[in-house]
């Protein structure tokens, strides 16, 4: 009698590899954003989805004094095109306590060692004398070093796309609010290393929390001049 051999194929049995845990909300934040910088205390950059909100605490964080002391930074080297979308930012508190005058800063950011540019939504009741006036300046303000510019009107509320490029030793500023066209500017007096750190920052000068809130954060390559309307 003939007996049939039924040969079976040898499958190979992949070892059972460990599940890959699920990105924790410090590393998707650093992937996303950056590292967090700020003083001492229980100062929130907290993630929701893609949007980042930065929360600070009831006490003054300079605007025009040097590097923001709040803010989430990455580092860059050589030339760049950094994009934020300041979704909202609070405005300033004209009946707490305070200090020189209520203001409110959010926006970019560019440090390198002692040098810094900042491009922010800014908010400020000017004190007149004594006097403390309900009028609030509200604005795209470009601050470099030790100087300030002033660059767009923008309502309180108003969300606001800001832009800092970098080719070489130029740096070029923009703004622009939803559907409109970039506005642009180039100082002159702007000095940045060839390494820096890019992000975001708030500050304040209210003994009062404040946050802002921002989107579609990018930094890479910039774009062919001729582009730069886009």
């Not at 540019?117 to 006097?131: C, I, Q, R, S």
């Not at 007096?189 to 209210?206: N, Q, S």
Request: charged residues 25%; proline residues 9%.
């Amino acid at each position: 009698m003939t007996r049939l051999l039924f040969l079976l194929p040898l499958v190979a049995i992949p070892a059972l590899a460990a599940p890959i845990p699920p990105e924790s909300d410090r590393d998707k934040l650093a992937r996303l954003w950056g590292k967090v910088e700020s003083p001492p205390g229980e100062y929130v950059a907290k993630l929701d989805g893609t949007k980042l909100t930065l929360r600070t605490l009831g006490w003054p964080l300079p605007l025009d004094s040097g590097p923001p002391k709040f803010c989430v930074v990455r580092e860059v080297t050589g030339d760049f095109d950094a994009r934020v979308k300041l979704v909202s930012s609070a405005r300033p508190d004209r009946t707490v306590k305070y200090e020189g005058s209520p203001q409110t800063g959010a926006g970019l950011c560019v440090v390198g060692g002692t040098n810094y540019l900042g491009l922010y939504h800014w908010m400020a009741h000017h004190k007149d004398g004594d006097f403390l006036p309900e009028f609030l300046q509200s604005c795209v303000w470009v601050q470099r070093d030790g100087s300030g510019s002033y660059m767009l009107e923008l309502k309180p509320d108003e969300s606001v796309h800001l832009r800092v490029v970098r080719r070489g030793k130029a740096v070029t500023v923009y703004c622009r609010t939803d559907d409109k066209e970039w506005k642009s500017w180039t100082p002159e007096d702007v000095k940045l290393p060839e390494a820096v750190r890019v992000g975001v920052f708030v500050g304040h000068t209210t003994h009062l929390p404040v946050e802002a809130t921002f989107a579609d954060f990018t930094v890479g390559k910039p774009e062919p001049e001729k582009d730069e309307k886009k």
